[in-house]
């Protein structure tokens, strides 16, 4: 046998190469919307036999057929979802309460979006860990039929402690309660959280892979970063944070970490108890079937409350519904746009979009942390501030604790809140979950937020940006080729 293999192993090695490699970049020509995606992918996969195909199988694979979700329908209804006509907001209106230009990103989301624009909604911004963690304990120890979690990351610390106690303190009093953890966030913990959910009684799964025996190929680059909870099928909860301690001042103090949460009430709870369900059941949970599941109708009237959207966007049937909901915001921006994200790595499209904006004399105020907890990601940004400063966008570094809130806010009544980074990851590899809200007052909130990151930030000027070493520069660069990937 070692003498067969000693003799032809080229052989072996060519077959191996071809077998693996075509079909690789096969799927590569097929599926990649982008043709210098495509040409990269089949590079690699030519230029290396057969670990160029196992690369790509482990990072390039960008799409998933969730079958699961076409059987899905059935059992939502047998859950209590339905879809609550009555509070869509016709085209008619938007044109009347706010002009043409905010109907015609109505139709964008309309077309993008798997869900609808409702009314009657209400959303309270939480500003710290520390309230926003309160508001969800509260809520899942006020309990009375249902609790349903998804999220990135939930820590095995004293934050999470917390919630397990509070979870399975629900289970013991006859709520019926489900937990989703991404399988890549699961482990940011070690020994994970998950093991001890299950000896609290709480029904937990991980999503797209399994703590133990490794993740799921070919699809191990594609995660949940969507933060849910919804209680009773009344409240929900969302935005861009994990159930971690350092997000705490009680438990971390003045290092705490930003993050801005979302409390909501309405016809978008319905939205978000859609996506976290067809979530669960992907990852093999139970139909959740039953009185316990019902969705609650809103306390208000049709065509009261807020307006607002859920946008759920992947690597799936909703594939870059954010960045489309975004470029098709951008486009009709008229007077400012203010951006607030940790992670801040627009591809091409939007770059242009938010230039083109800026050459018809929007202001854009962007606001990044001056210092990251991803230091790779940092120097990738860095690399591309000078695409936007050159064309009178302004760029800001915000001093103090790291602030992972992604807020996009335009011309004083338009919103995005949620999950999604600016970023390749959020925007084409994630499963993510948005909001968009079309209510001035939220709006003022939301940049009153921004504007106190503003207050103790320093513009980044790009003279000095282009004056600094060479070497620092280059570095910048090279990391910005892997920023796909970051």
Known sequence: ???????????????????????????????????????????????????????????????????????????????????????????????????????????????????????????????????????????????????????????????????????????????????????????????????????ASVPTDVFNGNIVMGLRLPYANLRTHRKIVIVDGTVAFTGGLNIRAGFCAEFSGEAASLDTHFRLTGPVVSDLFRIAYEDWRFSGGDDLAGEAWQITAPADAPGSGMLARVVPSGPDKSLESNQRMLMGALSIARKHIRIMSPYFLPDRELISAIVTAARRGVEIDIVVPSANNLKLVDLAMTAQFDQLLKYGCRIWRASGAFNHSKLTVIDGVWCYIGSSNMDPRSLRLNFEVDIEVVDAHFADLIENRIATALSEAEQVNLAALQARPFVQRLVERVTWLGSPYL
């Open 1 to 199: 046998m070692f003498e067969t293999l000693s003799a032809y192993w080229p052989h072996i090695f060519v077959a191996l190469s071809i077998a693996l490699g075509v079909p690789a970049a096969i799927h590569a020509t097929m599926t990649k919307e982008e043709v210098r995606a495509a040409i990269g992918w089949v590079g690699v996969i030519v230029l290396s036999p057969v670990v160029g195909a196992l690369i790509y199988a482990v990072g390039g694979v960008n799409r998933i057929r969730r079958k699961t979700l076409n059987l899905s329908r059935e059992g939502l209804l047998a859950a209590g979802w339905h879809h609550m006509a009555e509070y869509d907001v016709s085209n008619e209106h938007m044109k009347v309460a706010y002009g043409g230009a905010l109907a015609a990103m109505q139709r964008v989301g309309d077309a993008v979006a798997r869900c609808r624009l409702t009314s009657g909604n209400r959303i309270e911004l939480l500003s710290t860990g520390d309230e926003a963690y309160a508001a969800m304990l509260a809520a899942i120890n006020g309990a009375e039929r249902s609790i349903l979690l998804e999220t990135y990351i939930f820590d095995r610390d004293r934050a999470g402690k917390r919630f397990v106690a509070a979870l399975s303190a629900a289970v013991a009093r006859g709520v019926e309660v489900r937990v989703l953890i991404d399988a890549v966030g699961a482990r940011y913990s070690i020994p994970s959280i998950v093991s001890e959910l299950r000896r």
